[in-house]
Nanobody, 122 residues
């Protein structure tokens, strides 16, 4: 199996920056799209940012101009640079990736990380 592990969350004041990281490990042949989602209790999980295998990016409107998604293919890692954080950014952030695994069939499967808490105080 493949594991995605997020890190970098924390408790910060509005206007502060954080950088989230998500490292994939396991029997990985390659990774296509990588994404960051976030979820607040009582709400559906929402897609925040995505990056394709060739580096094209897209963002939810509320984070455009503030967040930047990037990836390091050599490290099987995706990042989310979050600037000018707002209280409404408070959520558990999850990484998600489409991974071609060596096991069992080299098929592309979707994987989730365990989540990292980002809290922006008011």
């Amino acid at each position: 199996q493949v594991q995605l592990v997020e890190s970098g969350g924390g408790l910060v004041q509005p206007g502060v920056s954080l950088r989230l990281s998500c490292a994939a490990s396991g029997r990985i042949f390659g990774i296509n799209a990588m994404r960051w989602y976030r979820q607040t209790p009582g709400k559906e999980r929402e897609l925040v940012a995505a990056i394709t295998g060739d580096g094209r990016t897209n963002y939810i409107d509320s984070v455009k101009g503030r967040f930047t998604i990037s990836r390091d293919n050599a490290k099987n890692t995706v990042y989310l640079q979050m600037n000018s954080l707002k209280p409404e950014d408070t959520a558990v952030y999850y990484c998600n990736a489409d991974v071609a695994s060596h096991h069992p069939t080299f098929a592309i499967n979707n994987y989730w990380g365990q989540g990292t808490q980002v809290t922006v105080s008011s």
